[in-house]
């Protein structure tokens, strides 16, 4: 049966809010590399990191392969790139080449600034490997084929430990709220699983309070719905 109408059902109204500056949905290697990132970036900003089971709990830690960045002395990213487009045999998007390419070695040494323990060798270099369609020594491995789940610990564990970050476990992100006046994104509505503890480890700023809109998104939330929005 069909309807020409379209149907909406409201989500119970929330018991409490927390205001915050940005609000990540997910906790895969985006979500927590996000949220990182944006504190790293701020000096005050503050963000409620949302995930629809437990934070330790995702894809990432299943990822067996390595990560290739030009890293090696004489290897560089324009080698890096004449492999990959030689590999994909003209299949490969050259704007994403150029970014995976240009940008891997930063974000491999981001990843070691946070906390991951990449394989060394026994002079204390980085451990790389040659692999696949790569004609230097360009693939960084963790614990041998464990490189994503040593990546995910190491993310966890940085975004615990910052103050600024906030984590929602069990909560499932069922809509986007929007600005009245801009339709700007400003937040979406959750439904949360059972109750369980908050994890955050700071206190909420001055001159902040639920639902302000003006100062980022807040997170709403009861034993059965909740919203984050600003």
Not at 73 to 87: E, F, I, Q, S, Y
Not at 217 to 229: E, F, K, N, T
Request: hydrophobic share 40%.
């Amino acid at each position: 049966m069909t309807s020409s109408r379209q149907t909406r059902i409201d989500a119970p109204a929330p018991t409490w809010t927390v205001g915050a500056d940005v609000a990540v949905i997910g906790s895969g290697v985006a979500g927590l590399s996000t949220a990182l990132r944006y504190v790293q970036r701020t000096e005050r900003g503050r963000v409620v990191l949302v995930t629809k089971d437990r934070l330790s709990t995702g894809s990432t830690s299943y990822a067996q392969g390595g990560i290739a960045a030009a890293m090696a002395p004489g290897d560089d990213p324009v080698a890096h790139m004449v492999d990959t487009h030689l590999a994909g045999a003209g299949l490969c998007d050259p704007l994403a080449v150029h970014v995976l390419a240009t940008q891997g070695p930063a974000a491999l040494r981001w990843l070691i600034g946070v906390g991951a323990e990449f394989d060394r060798t026994d002079g204390g270099d980085l451990a790389l490997t040659r692999e696949g369609g790569h004609r230097a020594d360009r693939v960084a491995h963790a614990g041998g084929d464990a490189t994503g789940a040593e990546i995910q610990r190491a993310l966890q564990a940085a975004v615990m430990a910052e103050e600024r970050i906030e984590v929602i476990e069990h909560a499932l992100a069922l809509d986007v709220l929007r600005d009245p006046d801009t339709f700007a994104v400003v937040g979406a509505t959750l439904h949360v699983i059972g109750e369980r503890p908050r994890r955050s480890r700071r206190r909420a700023g001055p001159g902040r309070r639920p639902g302000d809109r003006r100062n980022g998104p807040d997170l709403r939330r009861d034993h059965q719905s909740a919203g984050v929005h600003r």
